[in-house]
């Protein structure tokens, strides 16, 4: 059985319970995800499906990729990943995976790429109070500070939080509660948020460790 689906970040936005609570919630688009290729433990020496998400023109499709979408009489897949599962019974290829192997209740873990902010400074990349603000401290706001470690060693030690590149890194969000699952209008409606912008591909498993109580 399929653990898991492709899907794309519609956005957020909020809903109400009976008590008049506003809880947040993410709408994600999930599937339908026609099942390309099989991987057996005989043949790839691991057990997973490879599914397919979104429409892509033919002419933005290189050669190897169309035989491999037409060996699987799959007309076009934009996006290909793989699943990892316990089981190939009732799992063939050409088969259509949808929101409906997820259920109302149920946790999932939720991957993405986090939205892309740049060469950042620490004190946005790595939340740092910044220097002093008064006593001729102007120039110090946004600055580390001292980064050395004195006479011994005599050098920064690799890993030290500094300024660079922030964002834009695979993120995944565990044990989301599962609002609504609806398979006709192929969206799912997960608690809370998730990694990276409106039109992100999100990748939505089942769970696989769930919280301590």
């Not at 499906?49 to 799959?74: D, I, M, W």
């Not at 009732?90 to 409906?100: E, K, P, Y």
């Not at 060693?153 to 509660?177: D, E």
Request: net charge positive; proline share 6%.
């Amino acid at each position: 059985m399929v653990n898991g689906i492709i899907g794309r970040k519609v956005g957020m936005t909020q809903i109400f319970e009976d008590s008049g609570k506003a809880v947040p919630v993410t709408v994600i688009e999930a599937g339908p995800c026609p099942i390309v290729q099989l991987k057996t433990q005989e043949k790839d020496g691991y057990q997973a499906v490879q599914l397919g998400f979104g429409e892509q023109k033919e002419s933005r499709t290189n050669s190897p990729k169309r035989g491999h979408l037409a060996k699987a009489n799959v007309d076009s897949a934009r996006v290909l990943r793989e699943f990892h599962v316990q089981s190939l019974e009732d799992v063939s290829v050409g088969n259509i995976v949808d929101a409906s192997v997820f259920s109302e209740g149920e946790l999932v873990d939720v991957t993405g790429t986090s939205k892309g902010r740049g060469f950042t400074g620490v004190v946005k990349r790595w939340k740092f109070a910044g220097g002093k603000k008064s006593h001729g401290g102007e120039q110090d706001l946004r600055r580390p500070g001292s980064i050395g470690a004195s006479a011994t060693p005599s050098r920064v030690f690799k890993g030290k939080r500094m300024a660079g590149r922030h964002g834009a890194k695979r993120h995944t969000i565990q044990n989301l509660p599962v609002i609504q699952a609806d398979p006709e209008r192929n969206l799912l409606v997960v608690k809370g948020a998730v990694p990276g912008p409106p039109n992100g591909l999100l990748l939505i498993r089942k769970a696989s460790k769930a919280p301590s109580a």
